[in-house]
Each structure stands twice: as C-alpha cells, then as structure tokens.
C-alpha cells in the first residue's frame, strides 16, 4: 500500500507546477485586478441601483459614493484571491458568453443596462404633483367599464396589429417587450386619431370597437379605446377623471422599469417628440408608476392637460 506521505510528495510539487502557470507576474496581476474589478462593479452597481430607494441627494452623491464602496469591497476581495487570477477571469467570462447566447444576463445586456443607468442618473424628470380637490364617482363608471372591450376580437386583433407595426427592432425590445408594444399602441391610436366632440347636450360613450370603425370621438373614447388595447395585451391602465378631461395612464412595473421606459422614450422611440422634454407621470400612494398616454400629448408621458386630478379607474388584470 503506497504510503501517504509519498503520495503527497508526487502530488504537491505538480500542483506547484501548475500553480505557478497560472499566476501572472507583477505589475500585470494588479492591472488586470483593476480592470476585472470595474467589470465585475458596473452589473452589480447597475443591479443595486435599479433595487434600492432613490434618496435623491444632490450631484448623485449616493450613487457615487455606492459605486466607490463596491470597487473598494471588490478591490479588497480580489487581492486576496490574486494567486486565483486567471481563473477567476476565466469564470467571469464564461458567465458572461452563456448569458448572452442564452438569453440571460450577458454582454448585451450590461451595455444597455449602462446606458439606462447613465442616462437616468441625468435625467431630472420629477413625478407630477397630484392635487386632489375632492375625489369624486367616477363618471359614468359602470358605462366606461363595459365599454373597455378588451377581450373583444376585434380589439386585441387592432392591439396586435400596432405591436407588429411599430418599434419591433429597437434595442432592449426582449427584456421590454410588453410595455414598448404599448408604446406601439399609443403611436398608432395617437397618430390616427381624430377628435369630435360628443352630440350637444349629452355625454355619448363610445366602445372600444365603435371607435375603431372611425378612430374617432372625445377624450372620453379615446381614453376607453386605449385602455381597452392596452390590456388586450396584459397591461394595466387606468383612466384618470380631471374637471373637463379624461385620459389614459399605463403602470410601469418598477423604478428599474421606469429607467428604461424614459430612456426609450427619449433616446429610441420618440426622440424627435420627446427631445429636451420631461416625462409626466404619477406616484400613486402605493408607489406605483403610471405613464401619462394622453391624446394631447406627442409622446408617451408628455405634458398632463390638467394637474387636478378629481377620480381615478384602475383596470387591473
């Protein structure tokens, strides 16, 4: 029977072979720690900034001081594992290539993701102010609720229409998908649209499918034609009652969401619309995102007609 300790001589001096394969001889180690660092930092910095509560301090003095904290930790982490240097490159890459053939978290990814940050960081964009006078019965309620046909075919056939007609090849469209198909709907309602007032001395409610006929009527059918295409494909809007104006808004899943949405707005889909403008929209008291769609406004989240808001109808799926 081989005896331990000469199994550990003939073992210990080819891992010291190997060992000494591996590691990468100064000042090299150090360079390639600081440039893995800032890879491994910009997806987990991007991670905890779209997860955590915007303080909003001045000069993103939060956002610096996080991403200071993260090379510090990293930077630290790294040294201590030195010896392990290519290895370690090796994984990151290797995590990095499967993302991105599989769909996951990958190259592509990071980079928009990048650019989101970035571009949020910057933006100024701040939520409207809701002023409620006096919350009041939804108009018409149970009129407006049976004219969002949403399950109607003719209305999620328009709804699909719109998606496969606008926006299909814009970076980000996957991990965006259903809400850039809203903001297709809303190109394509918007661009069509065409305002006629209700018959003098009452208030006419149009379905879904009745102004779809002529893509034509008052703020009333737009905002039901609207939210009726927007949760024919699993969205949720909601229409918000104001003294003489109704109109449509669309909940954003998330702050991270959010970020994405502006950019794309911005930068992407309506960039000529949208250029030096800020995008309106709510923080409902649960924290929730709507996305002004008003008919008045040339791009998604474009000015409120009017700030006062008197009721609100949720269409939650």
């Known amino acids: 029977?081989?005896?331990?300790?000469?199994?550990?001589?003939?073992?210990?001096?080819?891992?010291k072979k190997w060992y000494s394969k591996l590691k990468v001889p100064s000042p090299w180690d150090n360079i390639i720690i600081l440039v893995l660092n800032?890879?491994?930092?910009?997806?987990?910095f991007i991670i905890i900034h779209q997860n955590i509560i915007d303080p909003n301090w001045p000069l993103q003095l939060d956002r610096i001081i996080l991403f200071?904290?993260?090379?510090?930790?990293?930077?630290?982490?790294?040294?201590?594992?030195?010896?392990?240097?290519?290895v370690l490159i090796f994984?990151?890459?290797?995590?990095?290539?499967?993302?991105?053939?599989?769909?996951?978290?990958?190259?592509?990814?990071?980079?928009?993701?990048?650019?989101?940050?970035?571009?949020?960081?910057a933006d100024d964009s701040a939520p409207q102010d809701v002023i409620i006078a006096k919350l009041l019965p939804f108009p018409n309620k149970a009129k407006?609720?049976?004219?969002?046909?949403?399950?109607?075919?003719?209305?999620?056939?328009?709804?699909?229409m719109a998606t496969t007609k606008?926006?299909?090849?814009?970076?980000?469209?996957?991990?965006?998908?259903?809400?850039?198909q809203c903001l297709a709907i809303f190109k394509e309602i918007k661009t069509r649209w065409n305002?006629?007032?209700?018959?003098?001395?009452?208030?006419?409610?149009?379905?879904?499918?009745?102004?779809?006929?002529?893509?034509?009527?008052?703020?009333?059918?737009?905002?039901?034609?609207?939210?009726?295409?927007?949760?024919?494909?699993?969205?949720?809007?909601?229409?918000?009652?104001?003294?003489e104006h109704m109109y449509p808004e669309m909940l954003i899943e998330n702050k991270a969401q959010f970020e994405q949405v502006v950019y794309l707005i911005k930068e992407v889909l309506f960039k000529e619309e949208a250029k030096g403008?800020?995008?309106?929209?709510?923080?409902?008291?649960?924290?929730?995102?709507?996305?002004?769609?008003?008919?008045t406004a040339q791009y998604p989240g474009g000015p409120f007609m009017s700030k006062e808001i008197l009721g609100q109808l949720t269409l939650s799926n």
Request: glycine share 6%; proline share 4%.
């Open 1 to 15: 029977m081989p005896n331990k300790t000469n199994i550990n001589k003939d073992v210990l001096p080819e891992i």
């Open 38 to 44: 800032v890879l491994i930092t910009i997806p987990i």
């Open 68 to 86: 200071i904290a993260i090379v510090g930790l990293l930077q630290f982490i790294l040294q201590k594992m030195k010896k392990l240097l290519l």
């Open 91 to 121: 994984i990151y890459l290797i995590v990095l290539v499967w993302g991105t053939f599989t769909g996951g978290y990958g190259y592509d990814k990071i980079i928009d993701d990048y650019k989101v940050m970035i571009y949020a960081m």
């Open 144 to 160: 407006v609720i049976n004219a969002i046909e949403y399950d109607n075919p003719k209305v999620r056939n328009f709804a699909l």
């Open 166 to 180: 606008h926006f299909t090849n814009v970076p980000g469209y996957h991990q965006n998908r259903q809400v850039i």
């Open 195 to 243: 305002y006629v007032n209700d018959p003098k001395g009452r208030e006419y409610i149009a379905t879904a499918t009745e102004s779809l006929i002529h893509f034509s009527g008052d703020c009333d059918d737009y905002s039901i034609l609207m939210a009726a295409c927007i949760r024919a494909i699993g969205g949720t809007p909601r229409l918000i009652h104001t003294k």
């Open 277 to 295: 403008k800020e995008i309106a929209y709510h923080v409902d008291e649960r924290g929730q995102i709507w996305l002004n769609l008003d008919y």
